[in-house]
């Protein structure tokens, strides 16, 4: 499991977003949001992030640590290009925070804490025990769009996946080393907090 969790993970959320942007990608490509740049824009970025961490665990699985730090740049840049396309999309579709759904709000608040987790991620890339936590967690953080797309609209199943891979977390962390690690619980602390306070606003 220590050698090939994130592998499997990583490789799950890209199957994901394939599955949940399936008709953008293949089956659909003339609708509308194909013709939109802010939308095609911001959809290359999420889907390179995806691509690239699936990439990166697979590299460190297989013992290919140099690819991995060369690629990390690129990765690096590709969370600069999701932020900053991601806030350009919500500026373009604003509406007032009482007029968002519950997914809207605790997106407007999850995409700068996924920022940041990349951000910490990066300056932490020296001490693998925080760096592969901060890029799954903040991952994680950005799955409402395709988890909901993923699992068509079923609200049971939307929540099943994502609570789930958060306890995969947590199993890892204790099968790998008896304990949680302070990436886990704080960054899935977080989440239950932003989740509750949009819930009640």
């Known amino acids: 499991m220590q050698r090939n969790y994130f592998s499997v993970v990583s490789s799950l959320l890209l199957l994901f977003t394939l599955i949940g942007f399936q008709d953008n990608l293949f089956t659909n490509i003339g609708q509308e949001s194909n013709r939109d740049p802010k939308f095609v824009i911001h959809g290359l970025f999420c889907l390179a992030w995806m691509i690239v961490f699936a ?3 697979n590299l460190i699985r297989t013992g ?4 991995h730090q060369q690629v990390g740049m690129v ?5 600069i290009g999701v932020t ?5 999309v919500f500026a373009e579709v604003w509406k007032p925070w ?8 605790a997106n407007r608040i999850l995409l700068p804490s996924y920022s940041l987790l990349m ?3 990066w300056l932490n890339r020296s001490r693998p025990e925080f760096h592969k936590r901060m890029i799954c967690m903040g991952t994680l953080y950005m799955l409402s769009p395709v988890l909901g797309r993923a699992s068509g609209g079923v609200v049971i199943a939307f929540y099943i ?11 890892y962390d204790w099968i790998v080393s008896r304990k949680i690690h302070p990436v886990t619980y704080l960054g899935f ?11 009640m606003t």
């Not at 990765?75 to 969370?79: D, Q, T």
């Not at 900053?84 to 350009?88: G, M």
């Not at 602390?189 to 819930?199: A, H, K, P, S």
């Open 55 to 57: 990439v990166q665990a």
């Open 64 to 67: 290919r640590f140099a690819w």
């Open 84 to 88: 900053i396309s991601t806030v350009y």
């Open 189 to 199: 602390g977080w989440f239950l907090v932003v989740r509750t306070v949009c819930d």
């Open 161 to 171: 996946v994502w609570f789930g891979l958060f306890a995969s977390l947590f199993a």
């Open 98 to 105: 009482s007029e968002m759904p519950l997914r809207a709000k």
């Open 75 to 79: 990765g690096f840049l590709i969370a």
């Open 119 to 121: 951000l910490l991620a």
